[in-house]
């Protein structure tokens, strides 16, 4: 596709396209009021309690949808669909851990983290774990592994936003980053959590609404599935034919799939860890890599967390839960038949451009009121997470390092300006980090979750739920985890045995350092642990 | 202020609340495993067909790959079905909100359900 700011000014805006503008621009209009009215409760209400749980007071509606807009950001909306766009059908294994992602996610922790968390005067998971070890260590290592795996999904998201604006109007990536950082920056800000879950919830229905939509229109635009299934058994594979060899027999039909598709960017290669002449696309390993990760990824992923510290009682989660169950299937059911369908359609994307294939679809198939809103869908997605992530490295630094750490003495309106500046300061930095325009979007979301949950997993189940688990022990898991994850990542030197996702070892390793360090050190004393344990 | 009997009773309603915890936690991975084992089977034998034994003409149901509906598809749809039956029978209720012992009640209490 053609950079707009090949031919113009970076910061000429080419849309004019009313139909497309007017549905997106009320969507933006309905988050800002939205920021509004929330700010409202901060006034009424203790700050920090408002700012970052909502008051504890969110039902069933708030807690699904923005728990599931939360975790399905621009990769799930823009860059798994990229990815199908690329590989075809083989990409149906990279969900199939979602299948139980709501169950998991929220089954196993919900009740109980929420209950600790109410009784504990928790305001973030830092502080439920500083409050059952009283470990001061614990208070600053956790938020430090929160904050920077936070920044790296932060980062990807900004890309994802910036690249939906550039292609909706018609500008460069430059003015669409701008554009996009300045109105979630500002009404994150302002609003707080409460405006981020109830923005989330607006935005957890057009996603799903916009993605669902899309499907009818884009298997008429080519005829039916099957036609669209049947023409794949003929695509060529660009990648195999760049390395000299054949197109591998219904290449995009079964797994592996067809070959990775090479990045230009040599860094990204390595972050892959595969060698110019790669094999297939998605190994078995790595497919059940990607099973494991997208289920137990999202139990204790630092962005979704919060929102079990907001829900008001059981009865919200078990409604929560009945609206999450069909909301994955649809969500990545619908990218898995649309993706499949526009191969067929010609979108003129090269590879490296893959990730507008929903924009680049929307404006094709649907008619130009309709492709406002479908392509409000995955900004919507953006959006949420980001806003999400912000306020977490902002409840990470000021709650947990700042206040609970270094200055507990600090005045409540101190903290409350401290609040405001760290999520705008992050919100900068992570803007001058996008400005370098990283190519591809959904490595650096699966190194998100990826990373976040070798590292956070089990110290976090552990303190939930094992008696026996000591500070030491969830340090050594959460740092053991962390560093397997990146060592692993950068060099993978066991890919030539079995290729498994880096994720796999990180979570082993974390798991077994939490067990044996936290046998090897001194029980908690049981007085100590009744009022989590009882008796 | 909390006294005796209320640290004994909060210690009742917190073992009960953590034990239905772990109960809920225990039928979550069991599903997680069975899902895992179901899903890596099906997969691994359907839709990882070796170059060389892939049929000329694949399988198709609704113009999907067979391998993508069953081993995709359908565990997602009963999934579905567990979940709901999980929400609406297994989960219980939370045992009555108490107050940590010792601990000043928190200033939320009156968001408490």
């Known amino acids: 596709m053609t950079d707009p700011s090949d031919t113009a000014a970076w910061f000429e805006i080419g849309q004019r396209d009313k139909y497309i503008l007017a549905p997106f621009f009320a969507y933006m209009i309905g988050v800002f009021v939205i920021a509004i009215w929330a700010h409202r409760y901060q006034k009424k209400s203790e700050f920090e309690s408002e700012y970052y749980v909502g008051g504890r007071s969110f039902g069933a509606w708030v807690l699904a949808m923005s728990w599931v807009a939360t975790l399905a950001s621009g990769g799930s909306f823009l860059g798994y669909p990229s990815f199908v766009y690329s590989y075809g059908w083989s990409m149906a294994m990279w969900v199939s851990g979602s299948t139980i992602t709501a169950l998991v996610g929220l089954g196993i922790v919900g009740k109980r983290i929420n209950r600790l968390a109410r009784q504990t005067g928790a305001l973030t998971l830092v502080d439920l774990l500083r409050e059952r070890f009283k470990s001061r260590a614990i208070g600053v290592i956790y938020p430090i592994v929160i904050v920077f795996v936070t920044s790296v999904y932060l980062l990807a998201q900004f890309i994802a936003g910036a690249r939906i604006l550039a292609s909706m109007l018609d500008t460069s990536y430059y003015m669409g980053l701008i554009l996009f950082a300045t109105s979630v920056v500002a009404y994150t800000t302002y609003g707080g959590f409460r405006a981020v879950a109830w923005t989330d919830t607006l935005q957890g229905i057009v996603m799903i609404v916009g993605i669902v939509m899309l499907v009818p229109l884009a298997v008429h635009a080519v005829g039916g599935l099957e036609n669209a299934t049947r023409n794949l058994m003929t695509r060529e594979d660009p990648a195999a034919i760049k390395k000299g060899i054949d197109t591998a027999k219904h290449a995009y039909l079964y797994g592996p799939g067809p070959e990775e598709i090479e990045n230009d960017n040599s860094e990204s290669s390595e972050e892959e860890g595969r060698s110019p002449l790669s094999d297939p696309w998605l190994p078995f390993g790595v497919g059940i890599s990607m099973f494991m990760l997208r289920s137990l990824g999202s139990v204790m992923m630092p962005t979704t967390v919060p929102r079990m510290l907001a829900f008001r009682d059981t009865k919200a989660l078990r409604r929560a839960l009945m609206l999450l169950a069909p909301y994955f299937l649809l969500m990545y059911g619908s990218s898995l038949i649309t993706m499949n369908c526009a191969h067929m359609l010609d979108l003129g994307l090269a590879p490296v451009d893959s990730d507008q294939a929903v924009p680049e679809l929307a404006k094709r198939v649907a008619p130009p009121i309709l492709a406002g809103l479908l392509i409000a869908a995955p900004f919507a997605a953006v959006m949420s997470t980001v806003d999400s992530a912000l306020l977490v490295i902002s409840a990470s630094v000021v709650r947990d390092l700042i206040q609970k750490s270094w200055f507990p003495s600090i005045r409540e309106t101190t903290i409350k300006h401290l609040s405001y500046l760290v999520t705008v300061v992050v919100g900068l930095a992570v803007f001058f980090m996008a400005l370098t325009k990283p190519p591809f979007l959904q490595p650096l979301v699966i190194y998100y979750v990826g990373g976040g949950a070798s590292a956070l997993f089990w110290p976090s189940l552990a303190t939930l739920f094992w008696k026996r688990a000591t500070a030491q022990g969830v340090i050594a898991g959460l740092v053991c985890g962390a560093i397997t994850f990146v060592l692993m990542d950068l060099f993978r030197p066991l890919d030539f045995l079995i290729e498994l996702h880096p994720f796999i070892y990180g979570f082993t390793a974390s798991g077994l350092m939490v067990f044996s360090v936290s046998r090897m050190t001194p029980a908690q004393d049981s007085r100590e642990l009744e009022p989590y344990f009882g008796r | ?113």
């Not at chain 2, 009742?12 to 895992?36: D, N």
């Open chain 2, 1 to 113: 202020m909390p006294d005796s009997n209320h640290d004994e009773k909060f210690l009742e309603t917190q073992s009960r609340h953590f034990r239905q915890c772990v109960k809920e936690a225990r039928f979550v991975i069991v599903t997680w495993l069975i899902t895992l084992f179901y899903v890596g089977t099906t997969i691994g034998l359907m839709g990882y067909v070796p170059v060389e034994n892939r049929p000329d003409d694949p399988s198709l149901i609704l113009g999907i790959p067979a391998w993508v509906c069953w081993g995709l598809l359908l565990p997602w749809f009963v999934l579905i079905g567990v979940t709901w039956w999980f929400a609406i029978f297994m989960m219980k209720e939370d045992e009555p909100y108490m107050d940590f012992p010792n601990r000043e009640p928190e200033s939320l209490s009156q968001t408490q359900p």
